[in-house]
């Protein structure tokens, strides 16, 4: 597959500025590329590349209004670069078909129409498959779990009994949904288990990377909200509900009963305490500790997280903590001095 740039152009509602019957074979990273592959800018951080870039041409923002290559201006390079992509890297169509002769079903189990089995998957009865769904080998589908139609689900994925996985959702391998809340009652310095009897619903068009756990409820059931993104080693713990369109980037921890609204993005490495609230549209920046509530529309940092300009303005504080100190070391020694003088 090949376009010019006047060709691309139009495709993602782009102005080229430069040679526009440039060909354009392939893509790359603005660093990686080589003659005949187009790449993007959309961190100014990489702004630097944009002249020593072997690429073809680049995708940029409208800010930018000339370069030694041909350029093709947007309102979004992010986006438009990954119209792009798609265009010219249509994605592997190879996926598993039919159901492999080592899978495992249930007679009571429903299959919808043209659904694909790997080989030693297993599914459970009562479990419902929607039309189009993908599974590889080697994952466990429990019983009562209802998946969607065009999922996708990768290999060694675990959906346990009565999970509900929402159409065209992607799992990523190695993850867990369903398995157990980490709930205990301590009598006599001895930990009882306590029966998680809810489930797990994930809704649509949801993504779930790699070695991530998703735990039941207690009662009721753990939510992640439709059109969310979760990246890999992430853990939801029992009972927490996460809204529509969130990004939850890797390592997050996020402690039961927490309730987290829409559009809510929780940088990596982010530690969310149990039964507080995280208001719709929030973010919570990298290595922050969440011990209470923050409010919709609001930038949170820190440990534990604070309000964006107090966070920095407590930060910038520390960093002055050395020349605080040496200045009272200097003070001390003068008062000293002063007290000695007065003595004699």
Same mark, same amino acid.
């Given at each position: 597959m090949q376009k010019t740039l006047k060709e691309i152009?139009?495709?993602? #509602?782009?102005?080229?500025? @430069?040679?526009? /019957?440039?060909?354009? #074979? @392939?893509?790359? +990273?603005i660093r990686e590329a080589q003659e005949g592959e187009i790449t993007f800018l959309a961190n100014p951080k990489y702004a630097l590349f944009l002249n020593r870039t072997a690429a073809s041409a680049v995708i940029t923002s409208r800010d930018v209004e000339k370069a030694k290559k041909p350029i093709i201006r947007t309102d979004n390079?992010?986006?438009?670069?990954?119209?792009?992509?798609s265009l010219l890297v249509p994605e592997?169509?190879?996926?598993? *078909?039919?159901?492999?002769?080592a899978a495992v079903v249930a007679k009571g189990a429903t299959l919808g129409k043209?659904?694909?089995? @790997?080989?030693?998957? =297993?599914?459970?009865?009562?479990?419902?498959? &929607?039309?189009?769904?993908?599974?590889?080998?080697?994952?466990?589908?429990?019983r009562g779990v209802r998946i969607?139609?065009?999922?996708?689900?990768?290999?060694?994925?675990?959906?346990?009994?009565?999970?509900?996985?929402?159409?065209?959702?992607?799992?990523?391998?190695?993850?867990?949904? &369903?398995?157990? +809340?980490?709930?205990?009652?301590?009598?006599?310095? #001895?930990?009882?288990?306590?029966?998680?009897? &809810?489930? =797990?619903?994930? +809704?649509?068009?949801?993504?779930?990377?790699a070695n991530c756990a998703i735990d039941r409820a207690r009662f009721d059931k753990t939510v992640v909200g439709s059109g969310s993104k979760i990246d890999n080693l992430v853990h939801i713990a029992h009972n927490v509900t996460i809204g529509k369109n969130c990004l939850i980037v890797a390592q997050v921890g996020i402690s039961g009963s927490t309730s987290i609204g829409d559009s809510v993005v929780l940088a990596g490495q982010v530690g969310i305490v149990g039964h507080v609230t995280i208001g719709d549209r929030a973010?919570?920046?990298?290595? /922050? @500790?969440?011990?209470?509530?923050?409010?919709?529309?609001?930038?949170?940092? &820190?440990?534990?997280? #604070?309000? *964006?300009?107090?966070?920095?303005?407590?930060?910038?504080?520390?960093?002055?903590?050395?020349?605080?100190?040496?200045?009272?070391?200097?003070?001390k020694k003068k008062i000293e001095e002063l007290e000695s003088k007065q003595k004699k």
């Open positions: 152009a139009e495709i993602v #509602k782009g102005e080229v500025v @430069g040679d526009e /019957s440039v060909v354009i #074979k @392939g893509v790359a +990273g390079p992010s986006l438009a670069f990954t119209q792009v992509i592997n169509p190879a996926h598993p *078909q039919g159901i492999h002769p043209d659904v694909s089995l @790997g080989a030693h998957v =297993v599914v459970e009865d009562g479990a419902v498959i &929607g039309d189009n769904t993908v599974i590889y080998g080697n994952c466990y589908i429990g969607g139609s065009k999922s996708l689900i990768y290999p060694n994925v675990t959906l346990r009994e009565q999970v509900v996985l929402g159409e065209r959702a992607i799992i990523h391998s190695g993850t867990v949904i &369903g398995s157990d +809340g980490f709930g205990f009652a301590t009598v006599d310095e #001895k930990h009882h288990k306590i029966p998680q009897v &809810g489930t =797990v619903e994930i +809704g649509d068009d949801v993504e779930i990377g973010i919570v920046m990298a290595q /922050s @500790g969440v011990n209470k509530s923050i409010p919709a529309d609001s930038v949170f940092w &820190g440990y534990p997280a #604070k309000e *964006q300009s107090i966070a920095k303005r407590v930060n910038a504080s520390v960093q002055n903590l050395p020349r605080l100190y040496d200045k009272v070391e200097e003070l």
